[in-house]
C-alpha cells in the first residue's frame, strides 16, 4: 500500500517502471472496495501519476495525496508539504491504509471463485471481465509482498518504541523509500535537514535498522529502495553487488540536483566517491574473445537446462535437441489448434494424405477416439487364457 | 505499445499490468510471460475468431492466433516476438490482397486492365516485398561468426527473425522462445482438456 501510493506518484520516473504495474494494480482496488472518505484528486500527484490507469481512479489520487504528506515524491519545485508531517495523519494510516489490501486480496479471490463458478461454456464470454480484471490479474504473485509490507507498516506504525512524531514519519520516509527515485532525493534531503533538527541521532539510527530489514525481505531488482536507502549511509552495506550500477546512476542524478547542504548529503559524498573509486578499481574488461566465450557457454548451458536437463551438454547435441524440440512444438500447436469433434469420425491431418487406407484409417480414428487399438488375433490368445500368472507376460508365449 | 493487428481488429491494448514485462531488464533475464497473460491474450483471440470465422479454414486461423497472441504477450524487447508479428501482418496482407486479387479476376475477367493491373501491382508489391526481404536476409547471414556450428542455420530458419541475429543473441532468443512455445502448448493443452473433460 505505501509503495504503491508512492509509486502512483513516481510513475513518470524511469526507475519506477516496475512499481508502475504495482500503481495500476491498486489503482484498480480502491474503485471498487475502498470505503467514502477519499475524495478530491490531488493536484501535485495527478500531474506525477499520469499513466492511464491512475486516470481511472481518484481514489488512488487522494490516496497518494495522504502519502504525499509523508513521502515528498512531487516534483522538486514542491517541497513545502514535504516538511509539514502532521501527527495526527499518521495515526490515521494505519486503519485506512491497512483496508485497500485485504479489501484486495479478498476482492481478488472474490471475483477468482465467482469466474470459477461459471461453466466452461463461459470461458469465452471471459472477455469482458477479464479485460476488467487484467489489471489485477497479475496481482495473485504479488499479493503476499502486499500484505508483507502492509504488516511490516502497521507494525512500525503502531510500535510504541516510537519516540517523536518525526520519527514515525521517518520510518514511513524509509519504508517508502523503495519506489523512491533519483529526483525526489532532493527533496529527501531537505527532509532530513529538517528532521535533523528535530529528532535525534539516534532515531535515525534506528530507522537504519529498520531500513536494513526491509532490503533482506525484498529481493526483488525492480524495487528502487537501494538508492534512497543508500543515501543513509550505512545502508549501502547491505546493498547487494549487482545494484552497485543502479545506485550508481541514482547518486550521479541526485548530484545533479544539487541539495548537498544538509548532513546527509555530506555524509554521502565521502562515501559516493569512495564508492565510485571502488567501481573504477575493478580491472578493466576481459579481451572480447574470453568474454565472448563464456556468454556464449553460459547461454548454451541454459538452453540444455531448458530442453534437456539430464541429456548431454555439448554444443552440438543441445543445438540438435533444441531444434528437435522446436519442431515439436510447433507441431503441437498446430495439432492443438485442430478442432475436437465429437465421435471423433475426422480428426484433420495436416500432412497426411492416404486415399487408399482412409477407410482404416477412419475407424482407427474411431478406435483411438475410445482408447483403443487393433492387435492381432494372435496376441490375443494369452490374454484370453485362464491362468492369470500369464497377465505380464501377454506377448511371451515362448518364455514359460 | 504500438497497436499491433491479428486477425480481425482488435481494440487498443491498454498499459500492460504485466510485471515481466515493466521490469527494467537491461541483463533481460525476464522469465517467459506469466501464464496469465498468454491466457488473456489467447482467449480474446479465440473469442475473436469464433464470432467471424467460417469454420472450414479454422485450424489454420486458430494456429496463427496462437502464434499472435504468444508473441505479443511476450516482452516486446525480444527479437523473435517482433519477426513473427511482422510475419503474421504481412501474411494477413498478401492473404487480403490475393483475395481481392481472385475475387476481382473471377468475378469480372472483363476487367479493364488498369484495375487487374492495379491488383496484380498490389499483389507483386507484396510479394517482392517478401522475396526482397528474403533476399536480404540470406545475403547479409551466411556466418555471423566463425565459431558458429553448421547447425545455427536451421535454428535459424525456425525461430522468428532468427535471420539476422547474430549468434549469442540467437542463443538467447532461442531460450525466451522455446520458453514461450512451451507455456503456450501447455496452456492450449489445459484448455483442450478443460473443454473436453465435459463429455
Excluded at chain 1, 513516481?10 to 512499481?19: C, D, I, N
Excluded at chain 2, 496463427?64 to 511482422?86: D, H, K
Excluded at chain 2, 547479409?140 to 565459431?147: D, K, L, S, V
Excluded at chain 2, 549468434?167 to 522462445?177: G, K, R, V
Amino acid at each position: 500500500m505505501i509503495h504503491a501510493a508512492a509509486a502512483a506518484a513516481t510513475g513518470t520516473t524511469s526507475r519506477g517502471h516496475s512499481v508502475d504495474w504495482w500503481s495500476t494494480a491498486v489503482t484498480c482496488s480502491p474503485d471498487h472496495q475502498l470505503p467514502a472518505g477519499w475524495s478530491g484528486p490531488a493536484d501535485g500527484n495527478s500531474s506525477r501519476s499520469g499513466n492511464a490507469a491512475s486516470s481511472e481512479s481518484p481514489g488512488s489520487n487522494s490516496f497518494a495525496t495522504g502519502v504525499s504528506s509523508v513521502t515528498f515524491q512531487e516534483s522538486a519545485g514542491v517541497p513545502g508539504p514535504a516538511a509539514v508531517v502532521p501527527q495526527p495523519v499518521a495515526g490515521t494510516f494505519t486503519t485506512d491504509w491497512s483496508h485497500p489490501y485485504y479489501f484486495d486480496g479478498s476482492g481478488f479471490l472474490g471475483h477468482m471463485s465467482s469466474r470459477n463458478d461459471q461453466g466452461h461454456m463461459n470461458v469465452l464470454s471471459l472477455t469482458s471481465p477479464s479485460s476488467n480484471n487484467s489489471p489485477m490479474m497479475p496481482q495473485d504473485p504479488h499479493e503476499q509482498n502486499h500484505q508483507f509490507l502492509s504488516n511490516l507498516g502497521l507494525e512500525l506504525l503502531s510500535s510504541p518504541t516510537s519516540p517523536s512524531p518525526g520519527f514515525r514519519s521517518l520510518l514511513l520516509k524509509s519504508l517508502t523509500e523503495p519506489a523512491a527515485s533519483a529526483k525526489p532525493l532532493s527533496g529527501f534531503q531537505q527532509y532530513q535537514q529538517q528532521t535533523m533538527n528535530q529528532v535525534p541521532a539516534d532515531s535515525i539510527r534506528e530507522a537504519l535498522q529498520f531500513s536494513n530489514s526491509t532490503l533482506f525481505w525484498n529481493p526483488s531488482p525492480g524495487f528502487g529502495s537501494v538508492e534512497g536507502l543508500a543515501n543513509l549511509g550505512a545502508a549501502r552495506q547491505s546493498l547487494g553487488q549487482s545494484r552497485l550500477a543502479s545506485s550508481r546512476a541514482d547518486k550521479s542524478t541526485s548530484e545533479g540536483a544539487g541539495d548537498s547542504s544538509s548532513v546527509i548529503a555530506k555524509k554521502v559524498t565521502p562515501d559516493r566517491t569512495a564508492l565510485k573509486k571502488a567501481r573504477t578499481g575493478t580491472p578493466s574488461p576481459l579481451p572480447t574473445f574470453k568474454v565472448r566465450k563464456e556468454k556464449l557457454g553460459d547461454r548454451i548451458t541454459a538452453l540444455q537446462q531448458l530442453v534437456s536437463p539430464f541429456g548431454k551438454t555439448d554444443t552440438a547435441s543441445v543445438l540438435h535437441e533444441t531444434i528437435e524440440y522446436i519442431k515439436f512444438l510447433h507441431e503441437q500447436v498446430g495439432s492443438l489448434s485442430a478442432p475436437y469433434l465429437k465421435n471423433r469420425q475426422q480428426v484433420p491431418h495436416l500432412k497426411i494424405v492416404s486415399r487408399d487406407g482412409s477407410e482404416a484409417a477412419a475407424t482407427k480414428g474411431d478406435l483411438t477416439g475410445r482408447g483403443l487399438c487393433l492387435v492381432p488375433i494372435s496376441s490375443t490368445f494369452a490374454v484370453a487364457s485362464e491362468t492369470p500368472v500369464d497377465f505380464w507376460t501377454p506377448f511371451g508365449a515362448a518364455f514359460r | 505499445m504500438a497497436v499491433k493487428r491479428t486477425a480481425p481488429s482488435p481494440p487498443t491494448p491498454r498499459p500492460n499490468p504485466n510485471p515481466n514485462r515493466r521490469a527494467p531488464a537491461s541483463g533481460a533475464d525476464a522469465a517467459s510471460p506469466s501464464k496469465r497473460m498468454l491466457a488473456f491474450h489467447f482467449i480474446r483471440a479465440l473469442a475473436r475468431i469464433h464470432r467471424s470465422t467460417p469454420v472450414p479454414r479454422r485450424t489454420r486461423t486458430i494456429r496463427r492466433a496462437a502464434y499472435s497472441s504468444m508473441a505479443r504477450a511476450a516482452n516486446p524487447r525480444r527479437v523473435w516476438s517482433r519477426a513473427l508479428l511482422q510475419q503474421m501482418r504481412a501474411r494477413r496482407a498478401t492473404t487480403r490482397r490475393a483475395a481481392v486479387l481472385r475475387r476481382s479476376v473471377s468475378a469480372a475477367p472483363a476487367t479493364p486492365p488498369g484495375g487487374g493491373a492495379r491488383s496484380i501491382a498490389g499483389e507483386d508489391e507484396s510479394t517482392t516485398t517478401l522475396a526482397a526481404l528474403a533476399r536480404t536476409a540470406a545475403a547479409a547471414a551466411p556466418h555471423r561468426q566463425a565459431g558458429e556450428p553448421a547447425r545455427a542455420d536451421a535454428l535459424r530458419r525456425l525461430v522468428p527473425g532468427g535471420n539476422e541475429m547474430e549468434y549469442s543473441n540467437l542463443l538467447e532468443e532461442t531460450a525466451d522462445y522455446v520458453r514461450c512455445l512451451r507455456a503456450q502448448v501447455q496452456l492450449m493443452q489445459g484448455l483442450v482438456d478443460l473443454f473436453s473433460a465435459g463429455r
